[in-house]
């Protein structure tokens, strides 16, 4: 059981390019969820999926896209990267019955 | 959006001292966790709360669900090196559509002087 799992762990972009982040969960998790960290702002919700088939926008989803792919699968993509994507990405899930989201390792990412 | 003010920002202490640290809200939270988290890695649960009032331990951690419903205290007895790292408070609020986001505080950095 790998719990919450994302690639890639590292990735340096130049501006204008494009990227997928991937995010694997094994829990059989409803919600899927995707935030960005950034140094004293603690984590922020770009967008999250209560279920296989819907997903939503958080709190700054701008530059952002997302699909879940199925249960499992929730992926984030940026399609014309900028320097203020630079952060460090988190993917979580969540089970139905329960408020407790759990994470994943992260991706950092710099976009030069 | 939501708002949590979270203190102290970091805390130097040494080795087998108590801390304490909170998270206060302008807003209803229907649950509060605490996490901590490692240089490097993400956020891990430490500690989940959903009622008012009500006061839970996970070995050395004890966090409070605050009456208002607004706050939530994370204390750490007698520490030790391995609690270095961040702790971060978070709180849930039923939206309008039933969907529940969750909101994090800053981050408490904690580091142990030798």
């Known amino acids: 059981n790998a719990g919450v799992t994302q690639t890639p762990k590292f990735q340096v972009l130049k501006t204008g390019q494009s990227m997928t982040l991937q995010c694997a969960q094994d829990m059989n998790h409803n919600s899927m969820y995707w935030y960005r960290q950034d140094p004293g702002m603690g984590l922020r919700l770009i967008y999250y999926?209560?279920?296989?088939?819907?997903?939503d926008k958080g709190e700054v989803p701008n530059g952002y896209n997302v699909s879940r792919l199925n249960k499992r699968e929730f992926s984030l993509r940026l399609e014309s990267a900028a320097p203020s994507q630079t952060s460090v990405y988190f993917c979580?899930?969540?089970?139905?019955?329960?408020?407790?989201?759990?994470f994943g390792p992260g991706t950092r990412l710099t976009v030069t | 959006g939501q708002q949590l003010n979270q203190s102290p920002q970091s805390m130097f202490i040494q080795e087998g001292e108590d801390v304490s640290m909170n998270c206060t809200s302008s807003?209803?939270?229907?649950?509060w966790l605490w996490y901590k988290q490692d240089p490097g890695e993400g956020p891990v649960l430490l500690i989940a709360l959903y009622k008012a009032g009500e006061l839970t331990s996970n070995g050395r951690l004890t966090a409070q669900f605050g009456i208002t419903r607004k706050d939530s205290f994370l204390n750490i007895s007698a520490s030790i090196p391995s609690d270095v790292g961040i702790y971060f408070c978070?709180?849930?609020?039923?939206?309008?559509?039933?969907?529940?986001?969750?909101?994090f505080g800053t981050g408490t950095r904690l580091t142990i002087i030798p």
């Open positions: 979580a899930s969540r089970p139905g019955t329960s408020r407790e989201q759990y």
């Open positions: 999926s209560a279920s296989e088939g819907t997903t």
């Open positions: 807003s209803i939270f229907n649950t």
């Open positions: 978070a709180g849930t609020i039923i939206s309008n559509f039933g969907n529940e986001k969750l909101t």
